[in-house]
């Protein structure tokens, strides 16, 4: 295999935060030796993750074999998501600003047309359904466990317990048709044909789209990593990946 030069648009301040996250891990196990130092594995996971890279690719630019490449990336997933933020703590955080956006995002996966319970209608793809909160500037504040592409978002929100969290703590929320009768502090479209609203309702479904619309930023940032735009691992590795995601964007990000 032909190995080349290449970038990952990330700052170096992320690659220092997983540095220093996998020395911290390998102290605490008492490792010794490793192929790679922290530094490179932290740029070989990033690379994965960023940018997508196969773990052929991968041992064949960083000199190692293929198991030590899936260990290496399964050891820097698991320290990333361990520091991801919870519903609980993403709320509390969010209780400061004006309004979140709830929205959903499909992230697309490598499945046959058997696999129904992973099929999307709305987005005729298979897939696992990701709930995201995003703050008024359409900055990324929370991403919610992977559930097959099936699952409807008021469902998929009912089950995260986002509805309740977001209603408790008293945070206004604009969402979609596809949270209606979700209630508490969520407020969603008038429902119904555009053609057939009364004009002060279209008049607050386009503000009200304008505002959401915003939202869509949070979902770009998350699949600026190149990873999650088509998974083809394992979905029960599907929710760790988005943590490990979340947890240096956040920590860079703040």
């Given at each position: 295999?032909?190995?080349?030069?290449?970038?990952?648009?990330?700052?170096?301040?992320?690659?220092?935060?997983?540095?220093?996250?996998?020395?911290?891990?390998?102290?605490?196990?008492?490792?010794?030796?490793?192929?790679?130092?922290?530094?490179?594995?932290?740029?070989?996971?990033?690379?994965?993750?960023?940018?997508?890279?196969?773990?052929?690719?991968?041992?064949?630019?960083?000199?190692?074999?293929l198991a030590t490449v899936y260990r290496y990336i399964v050891e820097a997933v698991e320290v990333l998501a361990a520091l991801a933020p919870t519903l609980q703590q993403a709320t509390?955080?969010?209780?400061?600003?004006?309004f979140v956006?709830?929205?959903?995002?499909?992230?697309?996966?490598?499945?046959?047309?058997?696999?129904?319970p992973y099929y999307s209608g709305k987005h005729k793809r298979h897939g696992m359904n990701v709930q995201v909160i995003a703050?008024?500037?359409?900055?990324?504040?929370?991403?919610?466990?992977?559930?097959?592409?099936a699952v409807h978002d008021i469902k998929a929100a009912r089950t995260h317990g986002i509805i309740e969290a977001l209603t408790q703590?008293?945070?206004?929320?604009?969402?979609?048709?596809?949270?209606?009768?979700a209630q508490g502090t969520i407020r969603v479209p008038y429902r119904g044909r555009w053609?057939?609203?009364?004009?002060?309702?279209?008049?607050?479904?386009?503000s009200h789209a304008r505002i959401r619309a915003v939202g869509e930023q949070a979902n770009a940032t998350l699949k600026s990593w190149r990873l999650l735009r088509k998974q083809r691992c394992s979905t029960t590795r599907i929710t760790d990946i988005v943590k490990a995601v979340l947890?240096?964007?956040?920590?860079?990000a703040a």
């Open positions: 295999m032909l190995v080349y030069p290449s970038g990952i648009d990330l700052s170096s301040s992320t690659l220092r935060y997983l540095s220093g996250l996998l020395r911290a891990r390998r102290r605490e196990r008492g490792t010794r030796w490793r192929r790679l130092t922290a530094d490179r594995q932290a740029l070989l996971a990033l690379a994965h993750l960023r940018c997508g890279h196969t773990y052929a690719q991968l041992a064949a630019g960083f000199g190692i074999g509390t955080f969010a209780a400061n600003k004006a956006i709830l929205d959903s995002t499909l992230l697309h996966i490598d499945r046959i047309a058997a696999d129904r703050d008024a500037f359409g900055r990324l504040l929370w991403a919610s466990p992977a559930l097959p592409g703590a008293g945070i206004r929320t604009w969402a979609d048709k596809g949270y209606q009768g053609s057939t609203l009364p004009a002060g309702k279209r008049g607050a479904n386009s947890a240096p964007h956040l920590a860079t």
